[in-house]
């Protein structure tokens, strides 16, 4: 969003629907959150994606509020002064990475009189320049959780040293702990936190070909604590001046819909009639979804 958007707004927000995967997204700069979820929604997963450098003076990652099941998977909130997220209702996160948040909490367990479920595993919380505040901020009774092999690490010397946190009050700010885990849609493959660090770095994001913001980003996870800040203007950033173009020769699109010749062809579709909106196959997505979706 930037700077110059609306105060109120945020960079992505969801307030009905169901049934949403967001995955390998890259949002920042929001101006009153960078990602939220809110109201009427249900069965809304966010994996492999980065929410970042929500601007200051408010600089939130995202409020994460339903009863119908958000689960956040492999994702990296980075630079964000609270609300790594802010969770009330149904909540799945799992294999997260949490960087430099700043003295409002990393993840924020509910802070209400509202009943809230969890499961919070395997992820990695990392303190940077800013962090002044422990991972998991106001706890309550109504906030219950299963909690399982969250790794902190406090330091800020430039090593991943940590230790994983114990399940008490202190690390985990006063919530409900359970005994067995919420019988949520399973992780299929569930890493353990340092293999899960590792998988972030590698490839959350619009990571097919990392732009050099969200590049700096994962240099800053991977400084340990040493690099990192909270941010009032996107113009700090090194996408200053809209950041690099790829050169080359667009592909022929005889019919302008958006799908180049060469694979419409390919695909049995006819390039000299616009049918980017139509369901060729009967799969349930449109011949242009179907496009962007071979980009990876």
């Not at 069965?43 to 994460?64: A, F, K, R, Y």
């Not at 802070?111 to 320049?129: K, L, R």
């Amino acid at each position: 969003m930037g700077k110059s958007g609306d105060s109120g707004k945020d960079g992505i927000a969801i307030a009905d629907g169901h049934d949403m995967i967001f995955d390998h997204v890259s949002v920042s700069w929001g101006r009153d959150e960078t990602f939220s979820i809110n109201g009427d929604v249900s069965n809304i997963t966010i994996s492999d994606s980065i929410i970042s450098q929500g601007l200051e003076t408010h600089s939130c990652g995202g409020l994460m509020q339903s009863t119908g099941g958000v689960s956040i998977i492999r994702s990296l909130y980075i630079d964000n002064k609270t609300r790594n997220p802010k969770v009330k209702g149904t909540n799945e996160f799992v294999n997260n990475v949490v960087y430099n948040w700043g003295g409002g909490g990393g993840y924020i367990a509910g802070d209400s009189d509202g009943a809230s479920y969890a499961n919070i595993m395997n992820n990695v919380f990392i303190s940077g320049p800013s962090t002044s505040a422990r991972p998991f901020t106001r706890g309550n009774a109504n906030f219950h959780a299963y909690v399982q092999r969250n790794y902190y690490d406090a330091n800020k010397n430039g090593v991943l040293d940590g230790f994983e946190l114990g399940q008490s009050t202190d690390n985990y700010s006063g919530v409900d702990f359970q005994s067995k885990r919420y019988d949520y849609p399973t992780v299929k493959n569930l890493l353990a936190p340092l293999d899960a660090y590792a998988k972030v770095i590698a490839g959350v994001g619009a990571s097919k070909s990392r732009d050099n913001v969200d590049t700096q980003l994962i240099n800053q996870v991977k400084s340990l604590g040493k690099s990192g800040a909270l941010i009032s203007d996107e113009k700090v950033s090194p996408w200053n001046s809209g950041g690099p173009i790829a050169g080359g020769t667009a592909p022929k699109d005889t019919d302008g819909d958006g799908m180049p010749d060469e694979w419409e062809i390919a695909n049995g579709l006819n390039p000299n009639v616009n049918d980017a909106m139509q369901d060729k196959n009967g799969d349930g997505y449109a011949n242009i979804e179907n496009y962007i979706n071979s980009f990876v």
